[in-house]
């Protein structure tokens, strides 16, 4: 991706607990992304937030099950941020308890590309 160029943000809601054949489903959409050679990829854990069913999930330090809100956010060529959406979609789809994406235009002032790894 250059440098001064228009392309797309996917930001995909759903919960840090959400499965899909037995994985994480904001890790499998990162490794998928990864797998794509989209520009890149990051997952947030919000400390409180609802969805359409209306029931809250915050952070709570007693708690042993950390059920909270999580954004999925990846940016490319609008091109390939549909193409991505249109491959992740059937597992969206599939979720139990729903979630939400959302595109918007953005651009990006500075891709600057360090030493490959695949965990830091």
Excluded at 42 to 69: C, D, Q, R
Excluded at 86 to 96: A, D, F, G, K, Y
């Amino acid at each position: 991706m250059e440098n001064q160029t228009k392309a797309l943000l996917l930001r995909i809601f759903i919960s840090s607990t959400d499965q899909y054949e037995h994985k994480n489903v904001y890790e499998s959409i990162v490794l998928q992304a990864k797998e794509k050679s989209l520009a890149g990829a990051t997952v947030f854990k919000g400390i409180l937030g609802y969805g359409a069913s209306s029931a809250i999930h915050s952070y709570k330090f007693w708690e042993a099950a950390e059920k909270l809100p999580t954004v999925v956010e990846i940016i490319d060529e609008e091109e390939k941020i549909n193409g991505f959406f249109e491959s992740i979609r059937p597992m969206l789809e599939s979720m139990r308890f729903g979630c939400l994406a959302t595109t918007e235009p953005v651009r990006v002032l500075l891709y600057k590309a360090g030493e490959k790894r695949m965990f830091s």
